[in-house]
């Protein structure tokens, strides 16, 4: 018996809830650093906040020895300039992503990432993450260094990410966490930040929780706060009819409680304007179908006739043999590794099946379906797309390579067929994400305004991971997270006692609790959240206008105040749900804000204003970080180079060493 | 299974995500706990496996097969719009397989690299 609808079918009564229901009970935590969000970024910034003597609590919406989007694994960690083998400085990776970012991304985080990602993926292997071929089973491949035994992906002659067997990042982060005295709180989603005095825009001294499982209260009061939690994964498209949430990058929890309680005490955000689209519920099994990128970079791929297509470098030049997909074109520096977050700028430019792929298939030159063929790679670059990448990556150890070799598929003799989709589908690199419907929007890089410590606009407030503007990938979110770690526990060595406010307490509890009190015949959480990305679509979709901007925000308003407020919730777990959609409804009105803010398109931003068509004027090559203050939002101007201007010092290097805390 | 016909709602899609072998599961609720969603509940009978409540909650990540100890005994399924075109080609014969089909090939043991 494993289904609710086998177990409901017998002559017994429905079950209880299976844990204790202590709805409103408080608990009181006191810490010297609370970091919101057990994920990759958080467990770092815990380690190393602990390390430096503090006591470090953490708020875990999941569970944290393997929830998260690092969760179920990592293959790769990008920007490792520093490891011994790199040919790239950190200031030419920095360089080079901010510049495919078309200068909107977070030069602090970047510049982080490339100083700190070997160290941090050092620290990783010592806490029992391999990270090198020990047992040599793939000696004398083109991508492994024979001396250190580290090995490489997408470019195999600059060498600044390393293949990683990460299938058990998360739980060697727990232990470490674990041993050294951290206090986890599992299955609590953090519900507000706490302020001095109760005020928008003071010091941070704390968060609200409400525990999942059991309805829980807390009330967690910390010296220094960080926030490292994801960004939210379902506010344009939702729904779990076709797949449940598989299809999406990020798990069902990601819903932006990072952006709305910082947006709701008043810290600043960037970029929230940006976005790419989704195929929703249409898209395949993650990484888990026939196609030559990311994971799979630089795989054969045939057509139904068994007819290869070509691979060619950035200016559209044949490449004759398999290894040359996996070096730079001649003249060309470096290439720029999957899982940036930016498609990279033309110096940085990878090597790809032919460009025009879609008219080829159009004209019949290739056949469909197509297939994904390793057997005609190397065996041991066969071995480490499949054995090694897609044997340690997140969301493909159990669901691909496991579920796969066990329903017999050989990399060896097997092609895995590409999904079939109309021919300009596959101008995408991306075939596992389907065909994307330009108005189902999927959250980009928007996120919390920081300074060199990773301190956000608020005292007391720090962030890591994809809760920072412009984060991308685990490496991203492990490094951003050791620093942050770092800097918040030396701000709680100087920083006075946590003084929670009672009123700001009682507010927030009966906000949380209010779905519990409504008419069990009220609308529940999964009608509101597709609600909530029906105004999205329309009227924040592909296309805005001031017009239908506003209208989405008086629709959101009216969403709270009459479906939100009748939503009600029949346990915990559902409590939690139902947080979640004011969270989105929240995150959906910081998005409206910004796109109100920019009265420009934005190519660089995947940003169109029907009323201001003209695409990236100068004038507005900029942020707009935009924050609350006395409940008002309030916009300002922020050079996109921000970080290298006073009160900051002119160069990336001197502005770490300053601030690094090492 | 009561012969008694119930008023009961469709199932939720997808319906299973994973599955339990009531022989090899001692219902120990590891996975119950490793669950990001909290997809499974504990079964209101002791040493009995899961029941899987929220089944459209899953991320299909797989870790509470990870974690299992129990060979076998939790198996995760990807939900069938995704399944059915997950298929692969036999270069050497040209046979079609796919996830899910009825007589499958033999599993391939090797394991991913270490």
């Known amino acids: 018996m494993t289904t609710w609808q086998e177990f409901i079918q017998r002559d017994a009564p429905i079950p209880e809830w299976p844990y204790p229901i202590r709805y409103g009970e408080e608990n009181e935590i006191t810490a010297d650093v609370l970091i919101l969000g057990g994920g990759i970024a958080g467990c770092h910034a815990a380690i190393n906040a602990a390390r430096r003597g503090a006591k470090v609590v953490v708020v875990e919406k999941g569970m944290t020895k393997r929830s998260g989007s690092g969760g179920a694994g990592v293959d790769h960690w990008l920007g490792t300039c520093t490891n011994p083998c790199s040919k790239v400085t950190p200031e030419e990776y920095t360089e080079a992503v901010i510049d495919s970012a078309g200068g909107y991304d977070c030069g602090p985080l970047r510049y982080i990432n490339a100083k700190e990602s070997w160290d941090t993926l050092l620290d990783c292997e010592q806490m029992g993450v391999q990270i090198r071929d020990v047992n040599d089973e793939l000696k004398g491949a083109d991508f492994r260094d024979e001396e250190t035994k580290l090995m490489f992906a997408y470019d195999y002659e600059s060498r600044h990410t390393i293949r990683v067997y990460g299938h058990n990042m998360k739980p060697c982060l727990y232990n470490e966490m674990k041993r050294l005295g951290v206090e986890i709180y599992d299955r609590v989603m953090a519900t507000s930040l706490l302020t001095e005095g109760g005020k928008q825009g003071t010091r941070v001294i704390g968060a609200t929780g409400v525990n999942m499982r059991t309805g829980e209260f807390y009330i967690f009061k910390a010296k220094a706060t960080a926030i490292t939690m994801a960004r939210p994964g379902r506010l344009w498209v939702f729904s779990t009819e076709l797949n449940g949430c598989a299809s999406n990058f990020t798990d069902l929890n990601n819903t932006g409680e990072g952006l709305a309680i910082g947006w709701n005490a008043g810290a600043e955000f960037a970029t929230m304007v940006q976005a790419g689209s989704t195929s929703g519920g249409f898209a395949y099994v993650q990484l888990g179908v026939g196609y030559p990128d990311n994971t799979w970079k630089g795989c054969s791929i045939v057509d139904a006739n068994g007819k290869e297509v070509p691979w060619v470098d950035r200016d559209g030049r044949e490449l004759k043999t398999v290894p040359q997909r996996f070096q730079p074109a001649p003249g060309q520096k470096f290439i720029l590794a999957h899982g940036v977050g930016a498609a990279p700028r033309y110096e940085n430019q990878w090597n790809l099946p032919v460009h025009d792929l879609p008219e080829r298939i159009r004209k019949g030159e290739f056949v469909l379906p197509l297939y994904a063929d390793l057997t005609r790679l190397s065996a041991t670059e066969r071995r480490a797309i499949f054995g090694l990448m897609v044997g340690n990556e997140g969301k493909t150890r159990i669901p691909v390579y496991d579920t796969y070799t066990k329903a017999g598929f050989d990399p060896d003799k097997d092609m895995l067929q590409a999904p079939v989709m109309p021919p300009e589908a596959y101008k995408s690199r991306h075939w596992p994400d389907g065909m994307a419907v330009p108005h189902w929007r999927r959250f980009g890089r928007g996120g919390l305004v920081i300074d060199w410590d990773l301190r956000t606009s608020l005292e007391g407030l720090y962030a890591g991971g994809g809760s920072i503007f412009g984060c991308g990938a685990h490496a991203s979110a492990a490094s951003s997270g050791r620093y942050a770690g770092r800097k918040a526990a030396d701000y709680a060595h100087t920083a006075a006692e946590p003084v929670a406010d009672r009123k700001q307490v009682d507010n927030e509890k009966t906000r949380a609790y209010a779905p519990l009190k409504q008419s069990k015949g009220g609308i529940g959480w999964k009608e509101l959240n597709a609600g909530i990305s029906r105004i999205m679509q329309d009227y924040c979709g592909q296309y805005k206008s001031e017009e239908t901007l506003k209208v989405g925000l008086r629709l959101l308003r009216e969403l709270r105040e009459s479906e939100a407020a009748k939503c009600y919730a029949a346990n915990p777990h559902e409590l939690g749900r139902t947080l979640e959609c004011q969270t989105l409804i929240t995150v959906g009105e910081m998005v409206i804000h910004a796109s109100l803010a920019r009265e420009a398109s934005s190519a660089l931003l995947n940003f169109s204003r029907l009323d201001y068509p003209k695409v990236d004027p100068p004038e507005w090559h900029q942020f707009l970080p935009m924050r609350l203050e006395d409940s008002k939002v309030k916009v300002r101007e922020l050079p996109l180079d921000y970080h290298l201007k006073p009160p900051y010092a002119p160069t990336y290097e001197e502005n770490y060493k300053l601030h690094c805390g090492l | ?114």
Request: with cysteine; net charge positive; glycine share 6%.
């Open chain 2, 1 to 114: 299974m009561s012969d008694k016909v119930y008023m009961v709602p469709n199932p939720p899609t997808p319906n299973k995500a994973v599955e339990f072998d009531p022989e090899i599961c001692n219902g120990c609720n590891l996975c119950v706990d490793i669950c990001r969603s909290d997809v499974m509940m504990p079964n209101p009978e002791k040493k009995k496996p899961p029941i899987v409540l929220y089944p459209d909650e899953c991320w299909f990540c797989g870790c509470c097969v990870e974690e299992c100890n129990r060979p076998g005994a939790i198996k995760m399924l990807h939900p069938l719009n995704q399944s059915i075109v997950v298929s692969w080609k036999r270069k050497g014969t040209g046979e079609y397989f796919r996830l899910g089909m009825k007589n499958p090939p033999p599993p391939n043991t090797r394991p991913p690299v270490r």
